[in-house]
Every structure is written in structure tokens, then in C-alpha cells.
């Protein structure tokens, strides 16, 4: 695969659709060496229609971190019905997870920021970079709206805490503009968005969100809002 010029492909696709952008990443990075990030997202759920419909036997992964709603497993089991393929499911190491629990106790992650950050390593990063070792590049829901921590993302990014692609196909879409794709398609989703939860994470680190608030708000409430991520969307400068 030749090098891209991200600078030329975000000016280039700016104005593009999401099935614009998916297809020439399908093209260009090969089919095999790409793989789609869900979390049973509205964004994820959106990007799994458009992938699948370009690629029926495209990869998507779920990180099991083993403490999401049921209804996000629920909806998991649905959407695999519904498109009749089978994520690729990476869960946490048993020993890292083992020794932090019995160290720190079950909810160690609520008593600083380090160690909220220590539980998403274990859950998420770790095993986002077992299946990100895989591939050329990645697909993500990511939107600039949806957070301060997410207001200059660009559709085409080099991750080089992978040395991968990162392509966000909706940086530049609206919440609005989502649910309009949702309910065009009748694509399912997740209850828990009628009931306030526009940011769906573990079950312990998210509570619903206030009116007026950032739809990202709800994700670690506790912590500074400037600075809240899991590991997994550090925002990277490094271009190609």
C-alpha cells in the first residue's frame, strides 16, 4: 500500500459522504487491513450498516472489558442477527485483570484519575492493541461535536501509537444528522439513549446526562471534562 497524503485526502473528502470515505479506505488499504471499532454506538451502528452493505465480510471488533450494561450485549446479539455476520470479541487478560482487583478492589477506578486510567488500560488499551496490530488501519465513530477532548479531529489520521491509519468517517457530522441515517434505515440501537445516555461506556463509569450538557458528560461525570479519555482516542499531531 502506498503512503498517503492526509492533508490531500481530508481536503478531498471533507465535503464526501461516509460511504465516499469507507469505500475508498476499502480500496485503497485492502479489505483484510481494515477494521471497523464499535461500542454499539449510534456512530458505530451507523458505520456498521454503511461497511457491511460495501463489504459483507468486513471486521469489526468489540472490547468485552466485562462490565457493559446488558443492554449493550443485547444489542450486540441483535445487530449480528440482524446483518448475520460475528464480531471479533478481544477481552481483557485474566492475570492483569486478576492481580488490579484483588490489589486495588472492584471499583479502584473511582479513586483517582491514574487509577480509572490503570482499569482502561487493562479492559481497553491492551486489548485494542491486540487486535490494532492486525490491521493498516481503523475505523472509528468519532465525532467533533461530541466532546471538547474531540473538536479537531480530521476524517484521515495517522495513529502512531498504532503506526496505523485512523479514519473517522462522521468527524463532521451532527448528532441530528446521525439519528436521521438511523431512522432512515431502521437501524437498531440502544434503549438506553431514551433514557438520557447519549455515551454509552461500562456500566459503573457512565450515568446519564443533564440537559445542557455535552453528550460526553455522562463518561467518567467525576473527572475534569477537558481531559476525559479512555486510552483508546488520544488526540494524536503526528502527520504523513
Same mark, same amino acid.
Given at each position: 500500500?502506498?503512503?498517503?497524503?492526509?492533508?490531500?485526502?481530508?481536503?478531498?473528502?471533507?465535503?464526501?459522504?461516509?460511504?465516499?470515505?469507507?469505500?475508498?479506505?476499502?480500496?485503497?488499504? $485492502?479489505?483484510?487491513?481494515?477494521?471497523?471499532?464499535?461500542?454499539?454506538?449510534?456512530?458505530?451502528?451507523?458505520?456498521?450498516?454503511?461497511? #457491511?452493505?460495501?463489504?459483507?465480510?468486513?471486521?469489526? %471488533?468489540? #472490547?468485552?472489558?466485562?462490565?457493559?450494561?446488558?443492554?449493550?450485549? @443485547?444489542?450486540?446479539?441483535?445487530?449480528?442477527?440482524?446483518?448475520?455476520?460475528?464480531?471479533?470479541?478481544?477481552?481483557?487478560?485474566?492475570? @492483569?485483570?486478576?492481580?488490579?482487583?484483588?490489589?486495588?478492589?472492584?471499583? %479502584?477506578?473511582?479513586?483517582?484519575?491514574?487509577?480509572?486510567?490503570?482499569?482502561?488500560?487493562?479492559?481497553?488499551?491492551?486489548? #485494542?492493541?491486540?487486535?490494532?496490530?492486525?490491521? @493498516?488501519?481503523?475505523?472509528?465513530? #468519532?465525532?467533533?461535536?461530541?466532546?471538547?477532548?474531540?473538536?479537531?479531529?480530521?476524517?484521515?489520521?495517522?495513529?502512531?501509537?498504532?503506526?496505523?491509519?485512523?479514519?473517522?468517517?462522521?468527524? %463532521?457530522?451532527?448528532?441530528?444528522?446521525?439519528?436521521?441515517?438511523?431512522?432512515?434505515?431502521?437501524?437498531?440501537?440502544?434503549?438506553?439513549?431514551?433514557? $438520557? %445516555?447519549?455515551?454509552?461506556?461500562?456500566?459503573?463509569?457512565?450515568?446519564?446526562?443533564?440537559?445542557?450538557?455535552?453528550?460526553?458528560?455522562?463518561?467518567?461525570?467525576?473527572?475534569?471534562? @477537558?481531559?476525559?479519555?479512555?486510552?483508546?482516542?488520544?488526540?494524536?499531531?503526528?502527520?504523513?
Amino acid at each position: 500500500m502506498s503512503k498517503l497524503n492526509l492533508i490531500e485526502l481530508n481536503n478531498e473528502y471533507v465535503k464526501k459522504s461516509p460511504e465516499d470515505i469507507i469505500r475508498f479506505v476499502i480500496n485503497e488499504i $485492502g479489505s483484510s487491513k481494515i477494521v471497523l471499532a464499535s461500542s454499539l454506538s449510534i456512530e458505530d451502528q451507523v458505520l456498521t450498516d454503511i461497511l #457491511l452493505k460495501n463489504n459483507p465480510k468486513a471486521r469489526i %471488533f468489540f #472490547l468485552d472489558t466485562g462490565r457493559h450494561f446488558q443492554n449493550t450485549y @443485547d444489542l450486540m446479539a441483535e445487530t449480528m442477527q440482524r446483518y448475520n455476520f460475528n464480531y471479533e470479541v478481544y477481552a481483557p487478560d485474566s492475570k @492483569d485483570l486478576e492481580a488490579a482487583v484483588s490489589k486495588y478492589g472492584p471499583n %479502584f477506578f473511582y479513586e483517582s484519575v491514574e487509577q480509572r486510567k490503570r482499569c482502561c488500560e487493562i479492559r481497553k488499551v491492551k486489548p #485494542l492493541k491486540r487486535v490494532l496490530s492486525t490491521v @493498516d488501519g481503523w475505523i472509528c465513530g #468519532l465525532r467533533r461535536d461530541q466532546s471538547a477532548t474531540r473538536q479537531e479531529i480530521e476524517i484521515f489520521e495517522w495513529d502512531s501509537s498504532h503506526s496505523i491509519y485512523k479514519i473517522n468517517p462522521l468527524a %463532521f457530522w451532527t448528532e441530528d444528522m446521525v439519528w436521521e441515517y438511523i431512522k432512515k434505515h431502521n437501524i437498531p440501537y440502544s434503549n438506553l439513549y431514551k433514557n $438520557g %445516555f447519549p455515551s454509552i461506556g461500562c456500566q459503573p463509569c457512565t450515568r446519564a446526562v443533564r440537559p445542557g450538557e455535552d453528550v460526553r458528560s455522562g463518561r467518567w461525570w467525576w473527572e475534569n471534562p @477537558d481531559k476525559k479519555e479512555c486510552g483508546l482516542h488520544i488526540r494524536l499531531e503526528d502527520e504523513v
